[in-house]
């Protein structure tokens, strides 16, 4: 295994655990249209021989089962696996980009899932995370989005009346009742669209497929919420690799559930933007664009004045191209100074 893939696994075991939470599926316009209770599990599971000389290969075992726990869907990525089928760990396991390699057939794209994970510690108490899959049927067409959002503990271990309005960090009341409870937690005070606007710079590690290196990256981003709609302006650029470096994308509100970029270029697609709880945007294309490069985006707030996005790129011809994990911080707006005259 090569440097980086010795640090993907480490950091890939750092995600072992059980946790619980609930999963909501959402329809390709973004409207809720069912939440359950769940329980996700990550464990080693059973090494598989390779041949004669037992060579063995190590897994990780995903295992999710939601309300009434009769069934559970189960994944396991081997080691050989982590940067062949595109999955990436950041910070140890803090951050997790994986999903399907995107490919043509007759000129049309298969079914494909694009898989985030985020775990955030929040204020040194618990971690807690968010997994959010987009998945699009065989036209290329936005489907479905999953998102399970969890916590550290099997279903009994954290009632629903918990929830500490004095620790305004803490999600506990947005992952188990999707932001119903104290008003004045974190979580639903940073489920509006008005704390992400502003000026966003920031910088952070771009993960490149079978490469054993990692690059930094360097980001400005302008989001605007408000009466007349959003607004965004984006650029990315990935230093010492100038041939990849990401131009202007200007954002509009196209109706209620899409927003309208053109690049630089002068191309045009539309993007969903979906507000969850906790200060968590999902940011994915409404069509798979083919023949264009294109990007999926979960952005966090730590603070209320720094954010993390991570950003899973593809290619003009759908393949994955590379992940980013990027820290951001809110600039503030320039004070104007007051003059004096006298009378």
Known sequence: M?????????????????????????????LLEERKRCVLKCQLSSPVTLDAKGTTLK???????????????????????????????????????????????????????????????????????????????SEGQLKELDVVRYIPGDTDDFPNSVV??????????DILVEGIGCQESFAAFCATPK?????????????????????????????????????IVMNEKVLAKGEFSFGMHLGKKQSEHAIAFQSTQG???????????????LMCPVTIPQGESFCIEVSWLTDEFHRKRLIRHYDEGGRWH?????????????QKKLTFTSI
């Open 267 to 281: 191309r045009i697609h539309e993007v969903r933007l979906l507000f969850l709880g906790g200060g968590i945007v």
């Open 164 to 173: 500490s309005s004095s620790n305004k960090l803490s999600l506990l009341a």
């Open 59 to 137: 897994g990780i075992e995903t295992s999710l089962s939601e309300e009434p726990y009769e069934t559970e869907e189960k994944k396991i990525v081997y080691e050989d696996e982590l940067q062949a089928l595109g999955y990436v760990y950041f910070e140890q396991g803090a951050a997790v980009s994986g999903g399907s390699v995107q490919t043509y057939i007759m000129g049309d794209p298969v079914r494909f899932k694009v898989e985030h994970t985020i775990r955030i510690l929040n204020d040194s108490l618990f971690l807690c995370g968010t997994r959010v899959t987009a998945g699009y049927d």
């Open 195 to 231: 704390l992400q606007s502003g000026r966003w710079v920031g910088e952070g590690t771009a993960i490149f497929p079978d490469e054993k290196e990692t690059y930094t990256i360097k980001s400005l981003c302008k989001f605007v919420a408000d009466v007349s709609g959003f607004g």
């Open 2 to 30: 090569s440097v980086v893939e010795d640090s993907q696994w480490t950091n890939c075991v750092a995600t072992l655990g059980t946790y619980q939470g609930n999963r909501a599926r959402y329809d390709a316009l973004g």
């Open 322 to 334: 590379h992940s980013s994990l990027i820290s951001e911080e809110k600039q503030q707006p320039k």
